[in-house]
Nanobody, 121 residues
Framework: VQLQASGGGLVQAGGYLRLSCAASGRTFSSDVMGWFRQAPGKEREFVAAIRWRGFTTSYADSVKGRFTISRDNAKSTVYLRMNSLKPEDTGIYYC???????????????WGQGTEVTVSS
């Protein structure tokens, strides 16, 4: 499985960004796509996840109501729409796959290269 994340950038607080993660070579062991982020000096943390089949999603409490994860199966691409961005949302955002919903980074199998998001105050 190969994952290509894109869409990061510099945005002012209150603004929005949409991240994309294009997947190729998916297998049944990669039925869920998740987004994680890592701020400087901090551990990688779970942001959101979605199942390729069905409509199940999961969000970290810190992003509920502001971020929306969605997918386009025809394009094998998962999106993360991030609204009302805050400086604390700053970090490198990674997409990753796993067989079923998980929130621990070390349980995910394949990772994209990350895309950097910077939110200025």
């Amino acid at each position: 499985v190969q994952l290509q994340a894109s869409g990061g950038g510099l945005v002012q607080a209150g603004g929005y960004l949409r991240l994309s993660c294009a997947a190729s070579g998916r297998t049944f062991s990669s039925d869920v796509m998740g987004w994680f982020r890592q701020a400087p000096g901090k551990e990688r943390e779970f942001v959101a996840a979605i199942r390729w089949r069905g409509f199940t999603t999961s969000y970290a409490d810190s992003v509920k109501g502001r971020f929306t994860i969605s997918r386009d199966n025809a394009k094998s691409t998962v999106y993360l729409r991030m609204n009302s961005l805050k400086p604390e949302d700053t970090g490198i955002y990674y997409c990753a796959t796993v067989a079923d919903f998980r929130v621990k980074a070390d349980e995910y199998n394949y990772w994209g290269q990350g895309t950097e998001v910077t939110v200025s105050s």
